[in-house]
């Protein structure tokens, strides 16, 4: 079934509630830009996810992409052994999507965002392999609100879902405490770019430069995730992964959510051009034109409060 066909049902049973973040729990994220959750998936359910990930790098489809956009992460057997990334994986895969977009995920991010109802907005699956060395297994240090310039809302959150015991020998999710409350200096038309596409030593000198800006020192934290449970970071949180120093891969999904308030804008760069996020040629239009981000087909509604409008 597509995001566009499922039935929207928002309840969580009693052992789901409580698994929500408590009040201090939600005050901790709101300081830090980081939260690490209780067990949200049983070990099946992971497992489930391990092995559609699997039949996922197989070739195994419920659906493709209608056009495929320009920046698209889409890693293939050709490739060979770098650090893997395929974009919407939730769309395109049936059995991923079924495990992975409950409500109780929603839920959660909902307390943590402040928000009355979660949108996804992005899922992708990434393995980094057990290869001592390999330069793409290092992601840099960078902030997700950057590529997302297009969108209006400072709310987004990121929940980080690994399939596995996941820790620093890994080369497990890495954040830099409290740097989503700092102000940015120094933002150029590059920093709209994916990391890859940049160096770096660039990207640590923007993360020095921005902290000494704020005065303040860089506390990095690297997030220790038993198997079923996962991290949020906030939108403007830096944070980065090193390498992957065991004998397995490390194996997860990036669950990029957006708040129901999100909608497009256009960002303007200094040629003159604006920046473009890969939604744009995929959801439908509002009514002036712009890129609809609450487009049920490719943003599902994940959790929304009784009692919320709607958006999709």
Not at 33 to 56: H, I, P, Q, R
Not at 158 to 168: I, K, L, N, W
Not at 306 to 312: F, L, R, V
Request: with cysteine.
């Amino acid at each position: 079934m597509t995001a566009a066909t499922r039935t929207l049902r928002f309840e969580l049973t009693d052992e789901e509630l409580a698994l929500l973040p408590g009040a201090d729990e939600v005050a901790f994220y709101a300081e830090h830009g980081w939260y690490l959750t209780k067990k949200l998936f049983t070990d099946e359910e992971v497992d489930l996810l391990a092995a559609a990930s699997e039949g996922y790098y197989a070739g195994e489809r419920s659906r493709a992409l209608p056009v495929r956009p320009p920046r698209l992460a889409a890693w293939q057997p050709s490739d060979g052994p770098v650090q893997r990334h395929n974009d919407y994986v939730h769309y395109e895969s049936d059995p991923i999507a079924r495990v992975l977009c409950k409500p109780l995920i929603g839920a959660v991010a909902a307390l943590l965002a402040g928000a009355d109802e979660i949108r996804v907005f992005q899922s992708t699956l990434i393995l980094k392999p057990a290869v001592v060395g390999e330069p793409s297994n290092i992601v840099p240090w960078h902030f997700d609100k950057h590529y997302w310039s297009t969108s209006t809302s400072e709310r987004m959150l990121t929940a980080f879902v690994p399939f596995h015991d996941c820790d620093e020998e890994m080369g497990t999710l890495t954040v830099v405490d409290g740097s989503h409350l700092w102000r940015e200096t120094g933002r150029q038309d590059s920093m709209t770019k994916h990391f890859a596409d940049r160096d770096n030593a660039d990207l640590e000198r923007v993360l020095a430069e921005n902290a000494a800006y704020n005065g303040t020192g860089i506390r990095k934290i690297p997030l220790v995730i038993p198997k079923g449970h996962m991290s949020f970071h906030h939108c403007r949180t830096y944070h980065g992964s090193g390498a992957n120093r065991s004998d397995r891969p490390r194996r997860a999904i990036s669950f990029h959510l957006q708040d129901g308030g999100n909608e497009y804008r256009s960002f303007a760069l200094s040629d003159g051009s604006t920046a473009a996020y890969n939604h744009d040629v995929l959801v439908r239009r509002l009514p002036d034109g712009r890129p609809d981000y609450a487009d049920p087909e490719f943003c599902p509604v994940l959790w929304r409060a009784e009692g919320a409008a709607g958006h999709g």
